[in-house]
């Protein structure tokens, strides 16, 4: 089973574990956060991934960080240097929660798992038409912007 570490900006990526927990009675071992603190030197933030990593215990990790360019991303892409693991930027909790359902899935597929589950999960809901229906003809009046 794949191993999954969250690096976000605090509180973001201990928040998205307690989602987790919550959605999932029974959370999975394997799984860990890491909230990088403001002023908190890159060096040191990365040290502590390292022993999260290990402490996952599994030979393959998928690495999910909140913003590509942002100090959590940049520190997860010296993490997974020659490891094998795999690096998402641009965590929601659709993608995660889609990660953690199919961690046993072999790594490459879990990626596109995970990739599937974030752009799926966003979707305009709040309009003023129901969505995905179709106007009917009468609601079509040229005229209906005058009062």
Do not use: W
Request: include cysteine; proline fraction near 6%.
């Amino acid at each position: 089973m794949n191993g999954l570490l969250i690096i976000a900006h605090a509180p973001l990526a201990s928040a998205m574990l307690q989602c987790v927990s919550h959605v999932f009675t029974d959370p999975a071992q394997g799984i860990a956060a890491l909230d990088v603190q403001p002023n908190m030197p890159p060096e040191e933030t990365l040290a502590q991934a390292r022993i999260l990593m290990g402490q996952l215990a599994c030979s393959q990790v998928l690495v999910l960080t909140d913003i590509f360019g942002a100090t959590p991303c940049n520190v997860a892409q010296k993490l997974v240097d020659g490891v094998d693991s795999r690096l998402i930027a641009g965590l929601n909790l659709p993608m995660l929660l889609r990660a953690v359902s199919y961690r046993h899935e072999p790594l490459e597929a879990l990626v596109a798992r995970a990739l599937s589950g974030a752009s799926q999960g966003v979707m305009q809901v709040a309009i003023t038409a129901p969505q995905n229906q179709n106007r009917r003809h009468h609601d079509q009046d040229r005229y209906d912007h005058q009062q």
